[in-house]
């Protein structure tokens, strides 16, 4: 079972939806423009560099790529492609607390439930945040 | 890494299209499989033609009909006289895009077996939520 949103932008009549394999059947209903929205990537620096530059040279549906998804490490997730934050412990809970840059970054060691605060995240973020373009 | 898709709205399936003429207050609306000439104020006929047809007398006084052809991709497009213009504005048009997403992403869903939990408007923005049964 997994949540699917879609976001209607009522100043232009667009549409917004986060890429799920259900979602795909909504891509019927005009014309399409794909973009990166966040990433989950490791919470800690070097591990972070080496998972940023693997990628860098490697398609997303390689086994690479693959790979790198599997790291036994922490993960956090960082929403700055829509404009958004790096996930805190108060974004998660949402709260607007006291902002100490990294020290409260929310993690994971679990990379599934990154992804789920992730998606829980954007769907929040695009009703109240981004702008449809 | 995540993924989000924008999408234009483009008028695609005529039944939806219907649908969001209803809502935007034109319960009167003829289809057509072969397009038909719409008709100008004087009661002429139109070169013009269109699948989809509003008539005039649904539109108000001095009206021409509002028609929609379907192109040869699918996807209709709108036929609005300058006289009208004003009326179906581009405020309408967007009035008119927003019941269609609605309908279309609607009909998305029942097809594809997705339970409606509830729609949420904020800032200008209207999210409608689904859950996907299928999904593991």
């Known amino acids: 079972m997994a949540e699917i949103t879609i976001t209607i932008d009522q100043s232009t009549g667009d549409m917004l939806f986060l890429e799920t394999s259900g979602a795909q059947a909504f891509k019927a209903l005009g014309r399409l423009r794909t973009r990166r929205a966040s990433h989950v990537e490791p919470y800690e620096f070097w591990p972070r560099v080496a998972f940023t530059a693997i990628r860098m040279l490697v398609s997303d549906s390689s086994r690479v790529a693959e790979w790198t998804r599997g790291w036994g490490c922490k993960w956090r997730v960082n929403t700055k492609p829509v404009g958004g934050p790096i996930l805190t412990w108060g974004d998660m809970l949402g709260l607007k607390v006291f902002k100490c840059p990294d020290s409260d970054t929310a993690w994971w060691y679990d990379r599934k439930r990154a992804i789920e605060a992730e998606k829980r995240f954007l769907n929040e973020f695009f009703l109240k945040g981004v702008s449809i373009e | ?136």
């Not at chain 2, 009167?28 to 100008?40: A, D, I, M, Y």
């Open chain 2, 1 to 136: 890494m995540s993924k989000y898709n924008t999408i234009q709205t483009e008028y695609k399936d005529g039944e939806c299209l219907v649908e969001a003429l209803n809502d935007v207050g034109y319960t009167e609306v003829e289809v057509h499989e072969l397009p038909q000439n719409l008709v100008g104020y004087h009661g002429d006929l139109r070169q013009q033609k269109a699948h989809i047809i509003v008539r005039r007398k649904h539109i108000g006084m001095s009206a021409n009909d509002l028609g929609f052809l379907r192109n040869a991709d699918g996807s209709y497009s709108q036929i609005v006289s300058d006289f009208d213009s004003s009326k179906h504005n581009a405020e309408w048009n967007v009035r008119l895009k927003c019941a269609y997403g609605e309908r279309g992403a609607m009909k998305v869903a029942q097809k594809k077996g997705f339970k409606y939990l509830g729609k949420i408007v904020m800032s200008g923005k209207v999210q409608y939520r689904f859950m996907d049964r299928s999904a593991s």
